[in-house]
């Protein structure tokens, strides 16, 4: 077995292992390592050092024979060519021996763990399915959202027609998309006029759905969803306060305060700064 020294790729420090093995631990930092070779050189290296290789063959031994009768000299020059040759063989032997162990490469070993870390948090959050753009929702995803949103508003202004004087019916404004590190939120903003004492009162709200994803081209998502809260003065006017005033009013109520921890889209007619 042939001992192959490299430097570790981590620390720098020796790195010792046989030419057979398949990986190999660093004494000093403690990281493992997988060993790669150039598989266009033969890993048999037992026919580099075999002696055998360089024994006479009995054709050298007859023609040594027949110069046994002559003086010493030839027959010394004889043998010092032959002892040159089989030493230019060992010595190319050993050449080509250090070549491949150069050639033997170490490659750190990741773990699942370790490859996980490397992936940034969007990355992570596209293979989950998560929608991080409004290209991640197709036209039939767009409508199955608003469909639900207007069945949400208007179930519950039915359940509080008692308060309004009269209504009209809500039109879509826009939307918002705030994309964090660990998920998403959609905001779905329509609009209404309510008629109070004979005046036009506008009023923005939304439905908010946490976490909407696609995954197979199929929307994903809670689609209960969750109506703002908005309140409703009556001043001893008349004049009444409904909801948000505008666009604007609902972003700076409801959206700037998300701004420090999510990435923030829109579309459509919503307020953009």
Not at 112 to 139: A, H, M, W
Not at 151 to 167: A, E, P
Not at 235 to 263: H, M, P, Q, W
Request: proline share 2%.
């Amino acid at each position: 077995m042939r001992l192959v020294e490299k430097k570790c790729p981590n620390c720098g420090g020796a790195l010792k292992f046989n030419f057979e093995d398949k990986e190999t631990t660093c004494e000093f930092c403690g990281r493992s390592f997988e060993i790669e070779r150039d598989q266009s050189i033969s890993n048999d290296n037992d026919e580099i050092f075999n002696a055998d290789n360089y024994a006479l063959t009995e054709e050298q031994k007859k023609v040594l024979g027949a110069f046994a009768g002559f003086t010493f000299v030839p027959i010394a020059i004889f043998a010092i060519a032959v002892i040159a040759m089989v030493t230019i063989g060992i010595v190319s032997s050993r050449r080509s021996f250090n070549k491949q162990s150069e050639e033997v490469e170490v490659e750190e070993k990741v773990t699942p763990q370790e490859e996980e870390k490397q992936k940034t948090p969007e990355e992570i959050l596209k293979e989950q399915g998560y929608v991080l753009s409004f290209e991640d929702l197709k036209d039939n995803h767009l409508k199955d959202i608003h469909d639900n949103t207007l069945s949400i508003l208007n179930k519950y202004v039915k359940g509080h027609s008692t308060w309004f004087y009269s209504h009209g019916s809500f039109s879509y404004v826009g939307m918002y998309l705030l994309t964090t590190t660990s998920g998403n939120t959609l905001y779905d903003v329509y609009k209404m006029n309510f008629k109070i004492k004979g005046k036009t009162v506008p009023y923005f709200t939304a439905v908010k759905y946490n976490d909407a994803k696609v995954k197979d081209g199929k929307l994903i998502m809670d689609m209960d969803g969750d109506m703002l809260p908005f309140s409703m003065t009556m001043e001893s006017s008349g004049n009444a306060t409904l909801g948000y005033e505008s666009a604007k009013d609902f972003y700076n109520k409801v959206i700037r305060g998300s701004l420090e921890s999510a990435k923030l889209q829109s579309v459509g007619g919503v307020y953009k700064e």
